[in-house]
């Protein structure tokens, strides 16, 4: 008979909106056990693109201060793409400072109501423009997925980028086709003068670069090419698997 400290902790994490916002209400407890659970609802409910992520964090036990680091680390995985706040609930002043003692709320800050926290989320970010495209499991795909990349960039007056930006989705298309049976979902964002192109698909591997050649004298992974022409690029865990994404900006023009 296993030993009530051997139980496994128990973690549940609901979904609601407030406002444009995602709201996240974690119940149970926060360890080691359930850490990556609560990191990765964090960043797939970031994934969907929100105004931010909001966790109220009041039904949540953390027996070990540590624990909130949870919320840093899921803040730095969406920071760069789809740089998604995140914002914590707390309205137990005495709880909220144990929080803000840890340190996590210079990433991550903590507020009493959910009212102050949609307040706190003024913002003169340029507006993003979204497109997004469904493509068959064949190889046809590639073609229509760089065609999909310079028709929007062009009709959004950034012709520059698009012949990196073909490079990347055809990589990434590539990948989903060769690796996976998914139907690959390409996701076309344009922020000031930056893109990022994702491709999603449904297995939930991440996409890992590979750093010992398999192909032979002169063999360069297709994710070691999106890596030299990206400013940044990542593999993003959703509900339905992964997104596999880059960003790239005038630095990275060919």
């Given at each position: 008979m296993r030993s009530r400290h051997s139980e496994p902790s128990r973690l549940t994490v609901s979904a609601d909106?407030?406002?444009?916002?995602?709201?996240?209400r974690a119940r149970g407890t926060l360890d080691s056990s359930t850490y990556l659970e609560m990191r990765d609802s964090v960043i797939k409910a970031a994934l969907d693109e929100p105004q931010a992520?909001?966790?109220?964090?009041?039904?949540?036990?953390v027996p070990v201060p540590s624990g909130w680091a949870v919320f840093t680390s899921a803040r730095w995985h969406v920071s760069t793409w789809p740089d998604i706040p995140v914002l914590l609930i707390c309205p137990e002043p005495d709880a909220a400072a144990r929080i803000t003692h840890t340190g996590v709320?210079?990433?991550?800050?903590v507020h009493p109501d959910?009212?102050?926290?949609?307040?706190?989320l003024v913002t003169d970010k340029p507006p993003r423009r979204r497109v997004r495209l469904e493509l068959p499991p064949l190889t046809?795909?590639?073609r229509r997925s760089r065609d999909f990349v310079a028709e929007w960039l062009s009709n959004w007056s950034l012709n520059q980028l698009i012949p990196t930006a073909k490079v990347i989705v055809d990589v990434l298309v590539e990948n989903v086709l060769h690796h996976t049976g998914s139907r690959p979902v390409v996701r076309l964002e344009s922020a000031g003068s930056a893109v990022t192109i994702a491709v999603e698909d449904t297995d939930d591997a991440p996409a890992v670069r590979r750093e010992t050649p398999t192909g032979g004298?002169?063999?360069?992974?297709?994710?070691?090419?999106?890596?030299?022409?990206s400013r940044a690029w990542g593999s993003s865990?959703?509900?339905?698997?992964?997104t596999v994404w880059a960003v790239v900006g005038p630095e990275n023009q060919l």
């Open positions: 909106t407030a406002g444009e916002a995602c709201l996240l992520v909001l966790v109220d964090v009041s039904g949540l036990a709320t210079r990433y991550v800050p959910v009212d102050s926290a949609l307040a706190s046809s795909s590639l004298a002169g063999y360069t992974s297709g994710l070691a090419v999106v890596g030299a022409l865990p959703t509900p339905r698997g992964k």
